[in-house]
């Protein structure tokens, strides 16, 4: 008789698998390029600026965690760079098993003075490059036969504040985009989900401090305790790391029979 243990694959093992995540240059999407890298997963960065940082970025983290890094510029506003980004990864690294779509941008301002410009940038970088991207993603995911599309949502796509009418109209859509694929997919073993973080300490919202206060006239202090962190009940900002956990589960094994959710990591915000 065969006493040996069964041998179990670690689900947070995902050596061999290539991830594709937009505005990964800093903030949360470069917290997730980490963990999943750490876990063996090659990485397509994708984000804006400083050339000479993003390649001390990239270089790092091939270094440190023994994968594969690439990066590659897609202007998020451009549907035919975004559509390329995603041929690219699997012309460099051979495959593509996980699609974060995280670049987003923000614009505070209420809506009769709301520039039109800033509103079709907010829709195309919010909401229009997740629908490029994970069209560009589908075939190749189907020929797989396995893929994870896991998009960075927000509280704003759940519930709406004053002053953000681009924002919460493109994560609005975001969330209703992600239920259309889950159901358009859920025979072809490949999820799609999203993720609504609450306030996250990252350079945009460090930036909607700022323009909060000066949309309401007040102090960068009185915007951050009466405005920011006023809405979650915890009282303080929500960790990256707090994010990577749930998103771990989704691109895992784990998440195969979780599709279609939209998930508030959000302090207790949408408890209310």
Request: aromatic share 6%.
């Amino acid at each position: 008789m065969d006493n040996q243990r069964p041998v179990f694959k670690d689900p947070n093992d995902l050596s061999g698998q290539v991830a594709v995540i937009s505005g990964s240059t800093s903030g949360i999407g470069l917290a997730l390029a980490r963990a999943v890298a750490a876990r063996g997963c090659d990485v397509v960065l994708n984000g804006l600026g400083d050339p000479s940082e993003i390649e001390r970025t990239r270089a790092e983290l091939e270094a440190s965690c023994g994968v594969r890094v690439r990066y590659h510029a897609a202007n998020m506003l451009k549907g035919d760079e975004v559509a390329d980004m995603v041929a690219y990864a699997k012309h460099q690294l051979g495959r593509l098993d996980i699609l974060v779509n995280n670049a987003g941008i923000q614009h505070v301002e209420a809506v009769e003075k709301f520039p039109s410009d800033q509103w079709e940038k907010i829709i195309a970088i919010n909401l229009s490059s997740t629908f490029y991207a994970t069209r560009a993603a589908i075939p190749i995911m189907k020929a797989q036969g396995r893929g994870r599309i896991v998009n960075i949502a927000s509280v704003h796509g759940l519930v709406a504040s004053p002053f953000k009418s681009a924002y919460v109209a493109a994560k609005h859509g975001v969330v209703g985009f992600t239920k259309t694929v889950a159901l358009e997919l859920a025979q072809d073993n490949i999820t799609c989900n999203a993720i609504c973080p609450g306030f996250v300490e990252t350079p945009l919202v460090a930036a909607q401090v700022a323009d909060l206060a000066r949309t309401r006239g007040t102090s960068k202090e009185k915007v951050l305790s009466e405005v920011i962190l006023e809405s979650q009940p915890t009282k303080r900002f929500v960790t990256t790391d707090e994010l990577t956990g749930a998103f771990l589960y989704l691109v895992s094994d784990l998440g195969a029979s979780t599709t279609g959710i939209s998930m508030p990591i959000d302090g207790g915000w949408t408890a209310r």
